[in-house]
């Protein structure tokens, strides 16, 4: 017959576990998924307000180190304006050329959708 020792068995708590932290086995069953993360429309938001920000201090940071002063021609206008400044009104310049052709293109493609819903026969 085997010998049994006269101590209480002894159970480790999380606190005096053996292994470290990275090392010790997870209690979730092998397999299975974690649930994702709702994502709301004001997340979003905020993700676009963080990475604005983000932005908005990079550009305040580049506009900072590029204020030497440099020539300018356009459409036979000449002058001289600080790097930075020129760079950003360039910059906003493509921002609203592209604007003004992607609210083109949703316009047509209304207008192309309400003209479908007009001209196909109802389904039953």
């Known amino acids: 017959m085997p010998v049994q020792s006269?101590?209480?068995?002894?159970?480790?708590?999380d606190l005096e576990h053996p292994l470290p932290l990275g090392?010790?086995?997870s209690r979730t069953v092998p397999g299975a998924r974690a649930p994702k993360p709702v994502r709301s429309r004001t997340s979003a938001a905020w993700f676009g307000v963080c990475v604005g920000a983000l932005v908005l201090v990079a550009l305040v940071v580049f506009m900072m180190q590029n204020t030497a002063p440099v020539e300018v021609a356009f459409l036979g206008m000449?002058?001289?304006?600080?790097?930075?400044?020129v760079l950003?009104?360039?910059?906003?310049?493509?921002g609203?050329?592209?604007?003004?052709?992607?609210a083109l293109?949703?316009?047509q493609l209304r207008r192309r959708i309400r003209s479908d819903r007009h001209t196909t026969p109802p389904t039953r």
């Open 6 to 13: 006269n101590s209480t068995p002894r159970f480790t708590s």
């Open 23 to 25: 090392d010790r086995p």
């Open 96 to 102: 609203v050329v592209a604007l003004v052709v992607g």
């Open 88 to 94: 950003v009104i360039a910059g906003l310049g493509v």
């Open 105 to 107: 293109r949703i316009g």
């Open 78 to 85: 000449a002058g001289s304006a600080p790097l930075a400044l």
